[in-house]
């Protein structure tokens, strides 16, 4: 097998759920991600895409060790992370980095830019003298395109603007020289016209940097251009994984189906969201209550019985494109699907 | 124009900071039409959201009306007192917001806040509020069982309908909605789209101000747009203009940034810079610094809003006599 960064097996978290007043017992758990298997290569960039809670970003932090696990394992160069000894847990630290969506609250308004950047070289010890970490900090700003370090140093986070402020995001988690970064919803917060710069820059980062990303979304459209690889969350699992250009041009799960569907468009000829089925806008299920067999099953529109019990594995239908769903098969023959995905493709 | 419904002539709104005044918005002019719905589209900073306060008449502070026209059926919103501003406020023009947590009380049933807005504002018997209010749940597709839920027991796309019903408890000529999806996932928002066209087609005379910074999200249900920059108007056309024969340099540009998902590759691109600092913004036309067609003019001179095309105006000095595209863009340009 080629050089694996990252390998996730059956990784899960439970978060407690509150409890309400005088209730007894052990208390309910809300099952944010629950049983997620992957792996990422070297120099591969992995989208995770779905809804807000569907367990993407948490299963992020819980890569970069930024939450404790509930059960599975997560290897990083074929180490568990979560068994390292402190000492290597803080060379972890160095090598794996983390872009957050809001620069705004992710970089201490009160620091200036040269501190910002300044503070992970003395906390990892990178640099052994002033001049040393000067010439690292002008060299990583002249990276994120930023021309004039000089000056923009001495600036502080409210004067930049959020493109500019997100560079800084970036150059910050690159100090460091990691050969792996979790990029969360990185363009989400800035203005659609700066977007694709930002996005740009990551790509060439990784061609010239070598670096491998995790990159969560729920932008479809985005994780279809930057992503290699991607899979699709529902309520703490996966749903389909496989190349980006085959799950987002020809979705085969019914979840990633109607994501697809639902997105709005500038073409008028594909206003697909006037066609989502009603069903599939049904209640969110919350991660306490987990419908029993197919998560997705209550908001199905071609739900069976047999999806109301048993849950999906998830299965190889094309060469590495893997999809849980007991009918992903026969879904695809099925006229009316055959006219959705035709549509959708 | 007789079916006139809004009528917006230089709209100058500024917000008086301690040391400088921010121009949000300044000069801007549209009409809506009776049943029509119109797209506001803008960035961050660009004055969107302030148009929508203002024909309120509610901008927060230190944010005043500087001046402009403001005619509702001819009426001048400005000339009104407070008393009789305030009897238009959500009878004749209701608001939906982005966030609709923080627009009801959290301490009151959804269905109680509804009854409210509708005897408050129409004087008719209480049982008819709560048959208006209940015909208004199914309007939006709300269950009856959610009449009385607290706000804080609805999901997201919930709120957003109950909203959306408040927003229509006193029948509004106009209905403003500052981008009414943007905290709502994608196919929540979907549904929330499909309401608001159903809406649009069965209250025939209902019209709409859709301010977004997503133009695929107001581009479904607009028959116009109007596109916003630094508090300037850039273009104004029929929806389908705007996207596929955009005239003013900013517009094109920011069509090609959104993403589309059907390519086949990335196909899409950054306007170069920044958005202006509104503290300071640039001399003459707001853009000119992002914009790669700027020439010497555009420095100097703030352009003047033309009709290039019938329907399609634009402020752009390539247009004016001895601009590059005083006879038309050409078709190649990106």
Not at chain 1, 109 to 118: A, G, K, T, V, Y
Not at chain 1, 137 to 149: F, G, H, N, T
Not at chain 1, 304 to 327: F, I, M, Q, S, W
Request: hydrophobic share 40%.
């Amino acid at each position: 097998m080629e050089d694996l960064i990252i390998r996730v097996e059956q990784l899960k978290k439970w978060f407690p759920a509150k409890k309400r007043l005088l209730e007894r017992g052990g208390g309910n758990w809300v099952r944010a991600v629950d049983g997620v298997d992957f792996s990422i290569a070297k120099g591969e960039i992995f989208g995770l895409v779905g809804e807000s809670g569907c367990g993407k970003t948490t299963t992020g932090r819980l890569i970069l060790a930024l939450e404790d696990k509930t059960g599975g394992n997560i290897y990083y160069k074929n180490q568990e992370i979560f068994s390292l000894k402190r000492r290597n847990q803080r060379e972890l630290r160095r090598a794996m980095q983390v872009i957050f969506q809001n620069p705004y609250e992710s970089l201490e308004s009160r620091l200036s830019i040269f501190q910002l950047l300044s503070e992970p070289l003395k906390i990892h010890g990178l640099a052994s003298n002033e001049s040393e970490m000067h010439s690292k900090i002008r060299e990583i700003l002249s990276e994120v395109d930023i021309a004039e370090p000089e000056e923009f140093l001495h600036k502080h986070p409210f004067e930049l603007s959020g493109g500019q402020l997100q560079r800084v995001a970036i150059a910050r988690a690159l100090i460091l020289e990691p050969d792996f970064v979790f990029a969360d919803e990185p363009v989400s917060m800035l203005d659609v016209s700066i977007r694709a710069g930002i996005l740009e820059l990551l790509l060439r980062l990784r061609e010239k940097l070598g670096l491998t990303y995790l990159f969560v979304t729920h932008d479809l459209a985005i994780s279809k251009f930057t992503c290699d690889r991607v899979a699709v969350m529902y309520l703490g699992k996966i749903v389909e994984i496989g190349q980006s250009h085959e799950v987002l041009g020809r979705p085969l799960h019914p979840y990633s189906q109607a994501l697809k569907m639902a997105l709005p468009t500038l073409d008028a000829d594909r206003r697909t969201y006037r066609e989502l089925p009603d069903v599939i806008g049904g209640e969110i299920p919350n991660a306490i209550e987990i419908p029993s067999g197919c998560r997705f099953h209550p908001r199905c529109p071609y739900a069976t019985d047999l999806c109301k019990e048993k849950e999906p594995d998830l299965r190889e239908l094309k060469n590495g494109h893997y999809v849980a769903c007991h009918y992903a098969e026969d879904l695809q023959g099925k006229s009316h699907v055959t006219v959705l995905t035709n549509r959708l493709s | 124009m007789a079916d006139l419904l809004l009528d917006v002539k230089d709209l100058r709104s500024y917000y008086y900071l301690p040391d400088v005044t921010v121009r949000a918005i300044d000069g801007v002019s549209f009409g809506i039409s009776k049943a029509e719905a119109l797209g506001i589209i803008g960035e961050s900073g660009s004055g969107k959201s302030t148009i929508g306060w203002s024909v309120l008449r509610a901008l927060p502070n230190p944010g005043r009306i500087a001046g402009g026209d403001i005619r509702l059926d001819g009426r001048n919103l400005l000339e009104l007192d407070r008393e009789e501003m305030r009897k238009i406020r959500w009878k004749e023009i209701a608001m939906v917001t982005q966030s609709a947590m923080s627009s009801f009380d959290p301490l009151m049933r959804i269905g109680d806040q509804i009854i409210e807005a509708v005897s408050v504002h129409e004087d008719i018997p209480q049982e008819g509020a709560v048959e208006r209010a209940k015909s208004l749940f199914k309007e939006v597709s709300l269950e009856p069982s959610r009449f009385k839920s607290y706000p804080h027991e609805l999901s997201g796309g919930m709120r957003q309908r109950a909203m959306i019903a408040m927003a229509l408890a006193c029948k509004p000529k106009l209905v403003i909605a500052d981008e009414p999806t943007t905290a709502l996932d994608v196919i929540v928002q979907a549904q929330i789209l499909k309401l608001m066209d159903s809406l649009k087609s069965s209250l025939k005379s209902l019209s709409i101000m859709f301010i977004s910074h997503d133009l695929s999200v107001v581009a479904g249900i607009s028959e116009k747009i109007l596109v916003v920059y630094g508090g300037k108007m850039m273009e104004y056309g029929a929806t389908a203009e705007i996207i596929k024969n955009s005239l003013h340099p900013y517009t094109i540009d920011f069509v090609n940034s959104f993403p589309n998902i059907d390519a086949t590759k990335m196909s899409f691109e950054s306007i170069p810079g920044n958005p202006p600092d509104m503290r300071n913004p640039p001399t003459g036309c707001v853009f000119h610094p992002r914009c790669k067609h700027a020439w010497s003019k555009c420095k100097e001179a703030v352009p003047a809003w033309k009709e290039v095309e019938k329907d399609h105006f634009v402020a752009c000095h390539l247009y004016e006599s001895g601009g590059a595209w005083e006879h038309g863009r050409p078709h190649n340009t990106s």
